[in-house]
Structures are given as C-alpha cells and as structure tokens.
C-alpha cells in the first residue's frame, strides 16, 4: 500500500514557518556556537576585546547594506542562503587555536547550560511578515559582523592560520550527503537523538553544527521491517539540499514522480532493483517547499561494532530518499 497526501494540493509558499525556523536557529547558533566561544577566548586572553574591535574596523563592521529583494520568496531564499554561510563560518573557525583547544565542555559552560546567571539571552522577532524579515535581516547582519571580526582577529593574532581557515572551509563545501549520513549514523547509536530527531528533524539537525538550509520543517521518515518510505517532490524537485547534496538526475523527472505515486512497490524494483516485500508497506513522502522529507533507513544487520562514522560510509544518497538500502558491511575475514 502507499499514501501521499494531498497530491493534489499545489505547493503553497507559506512564509510564517520558515521564519520561525530562521528565527530559531539564528538564535541557536548566535547564543550557543558563536558568542560562547568568543566570550570564552576573550576571557582567557587569546584574544581581546581591542583586538575584536580593530577586526571590526578592518572588515567593515557594519553589514547592514544588503539589499532587500523584490519579494518575500526571494528576501526568504537570501535569508536562508545567509544563514547556512553564518553556520558554515561558525563551523571554519571552530579550530584548534595556537593558545589554548576549546572544547565542548568549555562552550556549555559558558553559554550558561549550568549556571542560568552566565545564559546568553535570546532575542525576539515579532510583528507582521515584513516587520519580522526586517528584524531577521538586521539580526543576522550583526551577528555576521561580530563573526567576521572575531575569523580576522583569530588571524590577525595569530591564532589560526589562513591556510587552516581555507582547508576548514573546503572541507565544509564537500560535505554533500554526508551530513544526512551523520544525521543517519547517529540516530542509530543513539536512541534519544534518533527520538528527537524523528520528532524536531531540523532541531535534532543543530545538534550536530549542520546547516539548516532552505527549508521550514525537516521530516524524517523511519524506515522498518514493516514499512518502507520513498521521497518524491509532485509539482517541482523540493529537496533538503545542505543535507543530502544533489539531487539525484531521476529524482526530477516526469517518469519517476508519476509512476513512483501509481506503484511505488513496481518502480522500486524496475528502477532501482529493490525488492519490497508484499507484507512490507510503502508510504510515499511527499515534499514541499514547507516540508522537504529524508529517509531514516534500516540499520544494515552486521553493523553493530562499528563506530558512527563507520556507519556514516554505509550511509548512500539513494538509501536517503528511500530507493535503496544501506551498503552492507564488509566481512573483515
């Protein structure tokens, strides 16, 4: 059996929770990745106040001077696009400096995790549409200020090196799929991430510094041994990008999203040679510029003693989506 509901239904763009998805992981990731660690090397003299503001100075300090685009959909994409590079910088400079290695631990204790006096307040964004885009634009912009002072202070003093910072960053572009296949990998060894994870998708996604990507809500879908899930996009090719890279070429086309809807269980096994069993169900997951899906696979069985990023390697595009299944383990002997 399949489901899809609301095939039918055109994809409607509807701005209230992407904004709210923007508004709460800007605010995550300001008041929990970025400003802890700066506080945290600033307080053990790396560096200092001084040196964030002549940093400030020398890359422009203000960023106020984006340009609104023309409508909302577009201002939303700019935000979104913004934000996944202020994730993406966060991340670059989250290094081991020359002075002192900054651990997980050091971060949550100055974010204020166990001492609510030290918690780095968070800030609101209300009103109408525009009010609230307007507040997230200028939010942003001073968030990726301080940033773009504290990355040129790290490497006016030293700290980091320009060729550390690129290396960061490359590595960061070539992520592709691979941050879905964490996602996957550790919702398999851990239970409660799985939990959240299949219950907040995008909430449970900041827990491992991935960037959120355009999109309002995440769904996970749980494959099991008594049913199996596959991703379609019905009226254009809506796809969590920052989590599972391209695309596949199939995934866009006509044949694939109106046979996959009339006989998932026939396409599986004529196009990707996966057999679905009859007494295995298939639920078809339909995405949309509202909520883009991915696939939690079966853990392949021979797997157990592997570590998570072992399990990460097993994890492929297509089992993401539901046209495959997880690479099995080799057999070491």
């Not at 939303?76 to 020359?98: H, N």
């Not at 525009?130 to 700290?159: P, V």
């Not at 990998?185 to 219950?199: G, I, N, S, T, Y």
Request: charged share 30%.
């Amino acid at each position: 059996m399949s489901s899809l509901p609301d095939v039918h239904r055109p994809h409607a763009v509807n701005p209230d929770p992407r904004l709210r998805a923007l508004a709460a992981d800007l605010e995550y990731f300001r008041a929990k990745r970025l400003e802890p660690r700066v506080l945290h090397l600033v307080r053990r003299g790396v560096i200092s106040l001084n040196d964030l503001i002549r940093a400030g100075r020398d890359t422009g300090g203000d960023r106020t001077s984006h340009a609104a685009a023309p409508d909302v959909e577009q201002r939303l994409r700019a935000l979104e696009d913004r934000l996944d590079a202020f994730v993406a910088g966060i991340a670059a400079v989250a290094v081991a400096t020359r002075s002192a290695d900054v651990v997980i631990e050091d971060i949550r204790r100055e974010r204020g995790d166990y001492h609510p006096f030290l918690r780095i307040a968070k800030r609101t964004y209300s009103g109408s549409v525009e009010e609230r885009m307007s507040q997230l634009e200028q939010g942003l912009a001073d968030s990726e200020g301080l940033l773009d002072a504290f990355t040129r202070a790290l490497l006016d003093t030293g700290e980091i090196t320009a060729r550390q910072l690129g290396q960061r960053r490359q590595a960061l572009r070539n992520q592709g799929y691979r941050n879905g296949a964490r996602l996957v990998a550790r919702a398999w060894v851990d239970p409660e991430f799985k939990r959240r994870l299949l219950e907040t998708g995008r909430e449970a996604a900041r827990e491992l510094d991935i960037p959120p990507g355009r999109l309002g809500r995440l769904g996970v879908a749980e494959s099991t041994e008594h049913e199996h899930n596959i991703v379609v996009c019905t009226l254009c090719s809506c796809y969590p990008h920052d989590l599972l890279g391209d695309p596949p070429w199939w995934y866009r086309t006509d044949e694939y999203k109106r046979r996959i809807i009339e006989d998932p269980r026939a396409m599986l096994a004529e196009m990707f040679g996966l057999e679905v069993p009859p007494d295995r169900s298939i639920v078809v997951r339909d995405s949309t510029s509202d909520v883009r899906w991915m696939v939690l696979p079966r853990r392949p069985k021979g797997s157990e003693a592997m570590t998570e990023d072992e399990l990460a390697d097993l994890v492929t595009p297509e089992s993401l989506v539901g046209a495959a299944e997880p690479h099995i383990p080799q057999d070491p002997t």
